[in-house]
Nanobody, 125 residues
Framework: QVQLVEFGGGLVQAGGSLRLSCAAS????????MAWFRQAPGQEREFVAH????????YYTDSVKGRFTISRDNAKNTAYLQMSSLKPEDTAVYYC??????????????????WGQGTQVTVSS
């Protein structure tokens, strides 16, 4: 098993930047695909970004392409989500997720075995 803890959320003005971190413990971090999801009040949890075990392959939902960057440092057992040009509609609780097996259905929340507690990101206009 792996335990995930997110941090780095906060309040930022529109156009600003934040960097979220997801610290993992338990099993070897490099054996897991990692992803970020987010959930706004009253809405379903939605896919944001995904990264392969080595960090070579990354995927993003259309609404964040060009603004968000997912990365990982396996030596530090940490995944990151660098967010720039933030918009009020980016406001949500952001969750880190982990999966130990390959799937093409990486946007589905049901494909992830482990989740962090979430960190709040609020973007003011």
């Amino acid at each position: 098993q792996v335990q995930l803890v997110e941090f780095g959320g906060g309040l930022v003005q529109a156009g600003g930047s934040l960097r979220l971190s997801c610290a993992a413990s338990g099993r070897i971090f490099s054996n897991y695909f990692m992803a970020w999801f987010r959930q706004a009040p009253g809405q379903e949890r939605e896919f944001v970004a995904h990264i392969s075990m080595t960090g070579v392959n990354t995927y993003y939902t259309d609404s964040v392409k060009g603004r968000f960057t997912i990365s990982r440092d396996n030596a530090k057992n940490t995944a990151y989500l660098q967010m720039s040009s933030l918009k009020p509609e980016d406001t949500a609780v952001y969750y880190c997720a982990a999966r130990g097996y390959y799937t093409t259905d990486y946007t589905s929340r049901n494909r992830y075995d482990y989740w962090g507690q979430g960190t709040q990101v609020t973007v003011s206009s």
